[in-house]
């Protein structure tokens, strides 16, 4: 019984290592993305799109936006992650590296897609800066993925 107990805090831990630096992963990739794509965050016709939260003035979001950021990376990348745990027998693949790979591209299909579609109907972001946020969501996935795989074997 006192082996269970110590594999389920193993467990719990491996999850939060993995949902760490999945969040890790996501704030560095939207930033280095924010950065490629900043002539959209900065220019006036477009303004109307962000939320005062992420704009309350002209010029980079504030802290408050950067803390909630954090704290919405680290939720969904605990999601994920403990999703991987429920359902890793059934990602494909032999290896970790591959099995994450495969669950970062099935996040990506299952999350970014059908957002893309439902956000073009229904914003008008301009089409450039959704293609960029959806190789961000690539990017992050699949890197995610590969990390949630090590950790949660």
């Known amino acids: 019984m006192g082996k269970d107990k110590g594999k389920g805090k193993g467990k719990i831990k491996s999850i939060i290592i993995a ?3 999945f969040m890790v992963i996501a704030q ?14 900065t220019n006036p016709e477009y303004f109307h799109l962000w939320s005062e939260i992420m704009m309350p003035n ?19 990348a605990l999601i994920f992650t403990v999703l991987y745990v429920i359902i890793k027998g059934s990602v494909p693949g032999k290896f970790n590296l591959i099995k994450g790979v495969n669950y970062g ?19 008008a972001v301009p089409l450039a800066l959704s293609i960029s946020w959806m190789v961000e969501a690539l990017v992050i996935d699949i890197i995610g993925g590969i990390v949630i795989a090590k950790f949660n074997k």
């Open 58 to 76: 002209v010029g980079a979001p504030g802290t408050e936006f950067f803390v909630l950021s954090v704290i919405f990376n680290f939720a969904t």
């Open 28 to 41: 560095i990739v939207h930033t280095l993305g924010s950065y490629a794509t900043m002539d959209f965050y």
């Open 105 to 123: 591209i099935i996040l990506f299909v299952i999350t970014s897609v059908p957002t893309f579609f439902s956000m073009s109907l229904l914003l």
């Open 19 to 21: 949902a760490i630096l």
